[in-house]
């Protein structure tokens, strides 16, 4: 598996409407996109700094990961997104093979049409890893 760098960081909020006058106002970034990803019940607003971009997630749904995030842990980082150079699925099976618990044994998709998948947190030292590729750069 070959990384190129890192796609975002995932920030769990609880209002995109609260959050974003912070990136934009304070940090002087600007919102590109807002986009909702129905299947994983959050709503995303992404900020682009250098090559690496932030992702605000809000949920969608009180059932959701990102509202049972925030009710556990709070707003913050909720996880690291890695692009990877050979394929979201040939890594999934190397690291499989490798002894990583994975959330997802094939990749889906994500905000920005991106080809993800998460590897557990109970296998990557506490941290929820996201794998990315983009289909439209193979």
Do not use: W
Request: glycine fraction near 8%; hydrophobic fraction near 35%; include cysteine.
């Amino acid at each position: 598996m070959e990384l190129s760098h890192i796609e975002h960081l995932g920030i769990a909020v609880k209002s995109l409407e609260t959050a974003i006058p912070y990136y934009e106002e304070i940090l002087g970034l600007k919102c590109y996109a807002i986009e909702e990803v129905k299947d994983q019940k959050v709503k995303t607003a992404f900020f682009k700094i250098g090559q690496t971009k932030i992702e605000l997630l809000e949920s969608t749904d009180p059932e959701g990961t990102i509202s049972k995030f925030i009710e556990k842990k709070g707003e913050g980082i909720h996880h690291i997104a890695f692009s990877v150079k050979d394929g979201v699925q040939n890594a999934l099976c190397e690291l499989e093979g490798k002894g990583i618990k994975l959330i997802d044994k094939a990749p889906r998709k994500g905000a920005e049409g991106l080809d993800i998948a998460f590897l557990h947190p109970k296998s990557t030292i506490g941290v929820l890893t996201e794998l990315c590729e983009n289909p439209n750069e193979k």
